[in-house]
């Protein structure tokens, strides 16, 4: 009779499925992303996502405190500007909201990693993430025509602005052809060779969105972005994305959003030795805040389920909105 081959042996108590886990989910391995406004004393809702906050720099840097002590060291700053314009000129200004904020968390906690999202659809009033060209305007039901290389200007001062306020990283997000190569290039030029740039490299045109866009203010007022954040059809384009974002400088690259595209994650992991962070956006955020609000689901089990797959199939970080919740759940 042939010996039954009992794999089960290793999965029957909770301690042994504990110590045969091949992927480990830790605290370190993630980043806590943050809405940053103008004023003082400010904790604002965010309605599509419940426990998500717009902050001022003054509750913000409470905020921070508490995450750190858990110990969660990285955090990803998205700032909310009270004024807007057709160039999104605020978002380089050196007493803008980020630039204020980066300036006075790393005096009060130094040793956070703060990485700055270097985009303009916050800024501008139009809601895309470059320089509208002359033929585009608000009337329009079509895409918008985006001057690639007008951007690129932009997005350098972006950078550099943040890097002079003392940003450890900075996160290129418009998908614009070209945008690592001119960071590093302007980065390096001004003496800011070890500030850090984590490129969004394969960033999909996904319907997931919805919720950081309430949270940032940054819906666009007319046409989508499909012609500059890459087909959510395709795989081969992302890695031509990433392989480009490498070959410019990049030192982390990317993948957003994260859940449906797991397989992105792992191609992009096996194929290029680079580390690589994936983005737990907001709708995935929602979805489940919803769902588990209704009692149809476990929240908790379900987060660390998830954060888990993204880590397995090769994520090194994990920019998510639980952050916090898991970092304290890990601890349990």
Request: hydrophobic share 40%.
């Amino acid at each position: 009779m042939e010996i039954i081959k009992r794999l089960r042996r290793l999965r029957k108590t909770e301690t042994l499925r504990k110590i045969f886990s091949e992927t480990k989910l830790s605290i370190s391995d993630l980043i806590m992303p943050y809405f940053v406004v103008e004023g003082k004393n400010i904790k604002e809702p965010i309605k599509s996502m419940p426990g998500i906050f717009r902050y001022s720099i003054d509750n913000l840097l409470n905020e921070i405190e508490d995450i750190y002590n858990l110990g969660i060291f990285a955090i990803l700053l998205f700032g909310v500007p009270e004024k807007k314009d057709d160039s999104g000129k605020n978002a380089y200004d050196k007493n803008g909201i980020v630039q204020k904020a980066v300036k006075i968390i790393k005096k009060e906690i130094q040793d956070i990693i703060i990485i700055t999202d270097v985009c303009l659809c916050s800024y501008t009033n139009h809601g895309h993430c470059g320089i509208l060209s002359s033929t585009s305007n608000f009337q329009s039901s079509v895409s918008p025509v985006i001057d690639n290389d007008a951007t690129l200007e932009i997005l350098s001062e972006i950078a550099l602005s943040h890097a002079e306020s003392g940003a450890d990283i900075v996160a290129p997000s418009s998908m614009m052809d070209g945008q690592v190569k001119i960071i590093r290039e302007t980065l390096d030029k001004n003496g800011f060779f070890d500030v850090i740039i984590m490129s969004y490299s394969a960033k999909y045109a996904s319907n997931f969105y919805g919720p950081f866009r309430e949270a940032a203010n940054s819906f666009p007022k007319f046409g989508d972005r499909k012609s500059y954040q890459i087909n959510y059809h395709n795989l081969k384009e992302a890695l031509r994305e990433v392989e480009q974002d490498i070959n410019e400088g990049a030192d982390i690259v990317m993948v957003k959003p994260a859940l449906a595209y797991l397989d992105v994650i792992m191609m992009v992991k096996e194929k290029f030795n680079i580390p690589v962070v994936a983005y737990n956006v907001s709708g995935e955020y929602s979805m489940i805040k919803a769902a588990s609000e209704k009692e149809y689901l476990d929240e908790k089990n379900v987060v660390l389920e998830i954060l888990t797959s993204i880590k397995r199939a090769g994520a090194d970080l994990i920019i998510t909105y639980w952050a916090k919740e898991i970092a304290k759940w890990l601890k349990e």
